[in-house]
């Protein structure tokens, strides 16, 4: 394997001299080096000192079948060999790709049946936001162009999906967000809920969008863009009364739905889609991720019956990635697909494992550094506060807690990922019942060195 043989120092300075990472503050990795990580077999990573790791994010969201999978690595040799690539541009098309949309539509809710690939997430939701512009524009209403979305929602972060999601760092940099973006409140009861109940406070989130509708104008908003539930943000799991009122109000001002199922996609919430978990009916859906389980990387739009007829009515629509619908990542994503269904994966999670997790994850809101411990099939998030009576945050800059705990974890072998002061995780789909006990005990004892260590620091205080 390229390089491996090197010793650990010399792959981190290679890595120093010439590689850009994503998300990552440059200066601040170089002075430290990357951890390196060769190997991954089931839910577990290892690094180049031989740590074996178990990976509580499923690499970034998307492992679902676990690592070291033969059928997915056969599937792609014998695509390459057969038709390494070609493309869909001009009246062609290939048997993985209109295998793949026929496979999709049945397995997408509703009405949901004509896809539209690309490579990425980021990709699919540029996708989106021409294509509901366009949907508009044919329908005589060229003005109905402004896309709503959440603050702190992520849909990637190429400039068009950037710009939807309302992550401020991301806005910050490079000119975003582009003009008719408009953002409402995301349903975080626990930061932002105040004095109101959870049910209360998801009905008044959800009308952030009715209110927002009616300042810019019903005949001015295409579409309204979320993910069923935010993952990047931090694991937000809404109040039960919010995803009704969101459906109820796209419906009666006539806004097309785009729910983001990156994440939510293919078994993540116990069903095939997180749609189908908070039960919305989207017009389009954004997938990527889990559809090849990471193996390769692909993403696409599936749109509904209307979306696509009156796209395809309207001449030539003017975008293509050359690699939407490549065939070997089609070829691995059908295999990918079987897995997920014959293995009875998604049901396994549904009837039993997450049901175990959720137990064993709830009990670490004992420990007196952690407020809500929230989890939605195998997605979760715990609060951490210096006083879980008040829902405190910590008096030190948002993240420097929930910094200290991930790196406490990867010293424990544990990958837990920190979004400001909230531990997240979204472990393989294939997780057994012994490794979520070992995950639950690595999260436990990383947590509590943390306290020691928040108490030791003076930094157990509540702003
Ligand atoms: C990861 C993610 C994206 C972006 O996908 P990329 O493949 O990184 O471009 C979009 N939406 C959600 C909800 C995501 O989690």
């Known amino acids: ?47 180049s000192e031989g740590h074996k790791i178990i990976d509580g994010m499923a ?18 040799s014998r695509q390459m060999r057969q038709l390494a690539f070609y493309n869909t541009f001009f009246q062609t098309s290939h048997v993985p790709a209109l295998s793949l949309a026929k496979r999709l539509s049945e397995l997408a809710p509703g009405n949901l049946n004509h896809v539209f690939f690309s490579g990425s997430g980021s990709d699919s939701n540029d996708t989106n936001i021409r294509m509901v512009r366009q949907y508009w524009a044919l329908k005589g209403l060229p003005e109905k162009n402004i896309i709503i979305g959440r603050w702190n929602g992520y849909h990637g972060s190429t400039i068009g999906a950037g710009s939807v999601g309302g992550m401020k760092g991301i806005h910050a940099q490079g000119g975003l967000p582009i003009p008719n973006v408009a953002h409402i409140g995301q349903p975080d009861w626990w930061s932002e809920g105040d004095d109101m109940s959870p049910e209360e406070f998801g009905l008044a989130r959800a009308r952030e969008l009715e209110a927002k509708i009616l300042e810019l104008g019903e005949n001015r908003v295409a579409a309204f863009i979320a993910e069923p539930i935010q993952g990047a943000g931090g694991v937000i799991v809404p109040p039960d009364t919010y995803w009704p009122e969101i459906q109820r109000i796209c419906d009666e001002y006539e806004i097309l739905l785009i729910a983001d199922e990156v994440i ?43 979306v696509a007829s009156v796209i395809n009515s309207g001449g030539e629509f003017a975008h293509g990635y050359t690699y939407s619908g490549h065939p070997v990542a089609a070829a691995v994503a059908l295999e990918n697909l079987r897995i997920l269904e014959e293995e009875g994966i998604i049901d396994r999670v549904r009837t039993t494992t997450a049901p175990y997790l959720k137990k064993k994850w709830e009990s670490l809101s004992e420990h007196p550094m952690v407020g809500e411990a929230r ?35 990867f010293n424990n072998d544990l990958i837990m990922r920190h979004v400001g002061d909230r531990m997240i995780i979204s472990p393989p789909l294939v997780i057994s019942e012994s490794e979520i006990d070992l995950l639950i005990d690595r999260a436990w004892q990383s947590i509590d060195e943390t306290y020691n260590a928040v108490k030791s620091q003076g930094l157990w205080q509540a702003a």
């Open 1 to 47: 394997m390229l390089e491996n043989h090197l010793p650990t120092a010399d792959l981190q300075a290679i890595d120093a001299e010439h590689h850009l990472h994503p998300f990552t503050d440059g200066d601040a990795l170089n002075a430290k080096g990357a951890r390196i990580i060769v190997k991954g077999e089931g839910v577990f990573v290892t690094d």
């Open 59 to 76: 690499g970034l969201w998307c492992i679902n079948v676990g690592y070291g999978r033969e059928e997915l690595v056969d599937a792609a």
């Open 264 to 306: 939510c996609g293919f078994g993540r919430t116990g069903n095939w889609f997180g749609s189908q978990t908070v039960n919305i009916r989207p017009d389009l859906m954004t997938i990527a991720k889990g559809l090849t389980s990471g193996y390769v990387p692909m993403g696409a739009s599936i749109v509904s019956d209307d």
């Open 375 to 409: 989890i939605a099939g195998m997605m979760a998030s715990l609060a951490l506060t210096p006083d879980k009576a008040s829902r405190a945050k910590f008096a030190s800059e948002t993240g420097t807690v929930g910094y200290m705990c991930r790196e406490r974890c």
